[in-house]
């Protein structure tokens, strides 16, 4: 029998599980993640280039309206106003401020993304380090992987979560800027693990549960809005029919000066 990690999941759908090998899998460091939550998910890859192309927006979606004026003005004041008091806010506001978000979410949900797209999610106190994540990952690779270095980053812009780094490995998941939820990179120091073309060196008894990728949201389907906003993605990709690219609401607002 295989000593490697086996889901917590899988009790509840094999009576054969053994109990010592689960034993591997990284527990929550504290009560906040609830008993009866997954320990962890697992996605297959998803063929983003292999769905069909969104349908080209409507050409009013580009005209910005009163209400986009008005509410690209209040963001900008707003973090003009933040920036400004930054560096008079006091310590016990900050810490106030930083305990505020700690009782609005007192669980991170993290999703690691391997290079073919696979993907692993678990929850995690927010008051978890990062270190707690790489435990996590490395738990669930293939013994032949497990002795290989490798690096969570975020992307874009690039942003290396190394344990080694004193301003990364005393941080809680919510003081970087994790929490609610966060999808992180990973990369091997053995470049022959990584590529597009390399499955995700994860233990068969963890790739045998994954599931797919539930779909983005259709916010065209559920918004009631005659012209409802598309998500990022859509718009900052979508040209017209004729091959010509519009300019987006928040950059027409720069050449109309």
Same mark, same amino acid.
């Given at each position: 029998?295989?000593?490697?990690?086996?889901?917590? !999941?899988s009790?509840?759908?094999?009576?054969? %599980?053994?109990?010592s090998?689960?034993?591997?899998v990284?527990?929550?460091?504290?009560?906040?993640?609830t008993?009866? #939550?997954?320990?962890?998910?697992?996605?297959?890859?998803?063929?983003v280039?292999?769905q069909?192309?969104?349908p080209?927006?409507?050409?009013? +979606?580009?005209?910005?309206?009163?209400?986009?004026?008005?509410?690209?003005?209040?963001t900008? =004041?707003?973090? %003009?106003?933040?920036?400004?008091?930054?560096?008079?806010?006091? /310590?016990?506001? /900050?810490?106030? /401020?930083?305990? =505020?978000?700690?009782?609005?979410?007192p $669980?991170? %949900?993290?999703?690691?993304?391997?290079?073919?797209?696979? #993907?692993?999610?678990?929850?995690?106190?927010?008051?978890?380090?990062?270190?707690?994540? +790489?435990?996590?990952?490395?738990?669930?690779?293939r013994?032949?992987?497990?002795?290989?270095?490798? @690096?969570?980053?975020?992307?874009?812009?690039?942003?290396?979560?190394?344990?080694?780094d004193p301003?990364? /490995?005393?941080?809680?998941?919510?003081?970087?800027?994790?929490?609610?939820?966060?999808?992180?990179?990973?990369?091997?120091?053995? !470049?022959?693990?990584?590529?597009?073309s390399?499955?995700?060196?994860?233990?068969?008894? @963890?790739?045998? #549960?994954? @599931?797919?990728?539930?779909?983005?949201?259709? +916010?065209?389907?559920?918004? =009631?809005?005659?012209?409802?906003?598309?998500?990022?993605?859509?718009?900052?990709?979508?040209?017209? $029919?004729?091959? !010509?690219?519009? @300019?987006?609401?928040?950059?027409?607002?720069?050449?109309?000066?």
């Amino acid at each position: 029998m295989s000593d490697a990690p086996v889901p917590v !999941e899988s009790q509840s759908t094999s009576s054969s %599980t053994d109990t010592s090998v689960v034993s591997h899998v990284p527990k929550p460091e504290t009560s906040t993640v609830t008993a009866d #939550q997954p320990t962890f998910k697992v996605y297959k890859p998803s063929h983003v280039a292999s769905q069909a192309p969104p349908p080209p927006l409507a050409d009013d +979606y580009f005209t910005p309206t009163a209400a986009d004026l008005k509410a690209a003005q209040q963001t900008l =004041a707003a973090r %003009t106003q933040a920036l400004v008091n930054a560096p008079l806010e006091l /310590r016990a506001a /900050r810490e106030t /401020r930083e305990q =505020a978000k700690r009782d609005r979410w007192p $669980n991170t %949900t993290i999703r690691i993304r391997f290079t073919d797209r696979t #993907q692993l999610e678990r929850t995690f106190p927010s008051t978890s380090k990062i270190r707690s994540v +790489y435990a996590f990952v490395r738990d669930s690779l293939r013994e032949d992987a497990k002795p290989i270095k490798f @690096i969570l980053y975020q992307s874009p812009p690039k942003r290396d979560l190394k344990v080694s780094d004193p301003k990364v /490995r005393d941080l809680s998941l919510a003081e970087l800027q994790l929490s609610p939820s966060s999808v992180l990179l990973l990369r091997f120091e053995d !470049e022959s693990l990584n590529g597009s073309s390399v499955p995700a060196p994860l233990h068969s008894t @963890i790739l045998s #549960q994954a @599931i797919d990728l539930p779909p983005p949201r259709d +916010y065209d389907a559920t918004s =009631a809005s005659p012209s409802p906003a598309p998500t990022p993605a859509l718009s900052s990709n979508t040209a017209s $029919n004729s091959g !010509e690219r519009k @300019i987006p609401k928040w950059l027409r607002l720069g050449l109309k000066k």
